[in-house]
Nanobody, 126 residues
Framework: QVQLVESGGGSVQTGGSLRLSCAAS????????MGWFRQAPGNEREFVAA????????YYADSVKGRFTISRDNAKNTVYLQMNSLKPEDTAVYYC???????????????????WGQGTQVTVSS
């Protein structure tokens, strides 16, 4: 069983930055494909970014491309999401997700991941 714990959420003004972290345990971290999703009130959970096992494969939602950067440190069992130029529409609960095997067609889908963190709130005010 994989446990994921997110941290780093908070409240910022438009244009500000935050860095989210997700610490994983319960399985060799380098064997996990990692993703970040977010969910705003009344909306479905949506894909934000994903990173492959070694960090060489990166995917981003169009809405965050150029502003957010996903990275991982396999020695620290942690995946990060650096969020710059934040906008009010980025306000949501951000979830870390993991799975040892994510199909190429499923990296942006909730169903592609078996393990989820509890979420961390990000609020961007105008």
């Amino acid at each position: 069983q994989v446990q994921l714990v997110e941290s780093g959420g908070g409240s910022v003004q438009t244009g500000g930055s935050l860095r989210l972290s997700c610490a994983a345990s319960g399985r060799t971290f380098s064997s996990l494909f990692m993703g970040w999703f977010r969910q705003a009130p009344g909306n479905e959970r949506e894909f934000v970014a994903a990173i492959g096992w070694s960090g060489s494969i990166l995917y981003y939602a169009d809405s965050v491309k150029g502003r957010f950067t996903i990275s991982r440190d396999n020695a620290k069992n942690t995946v990060y999401l650096q969020m710059n130029s934040l906008k009010p529409e980025d306000t949501a609960v951000y979830y870390c997700a993991a799975d040892p095997l994510v199909k190429n067609s499923d990296y942006a889908r909730v169903r592609g991941y078996d393990y989820w963190g509890q979420g961390t709130q990000v609020t961007v005010s105008s």
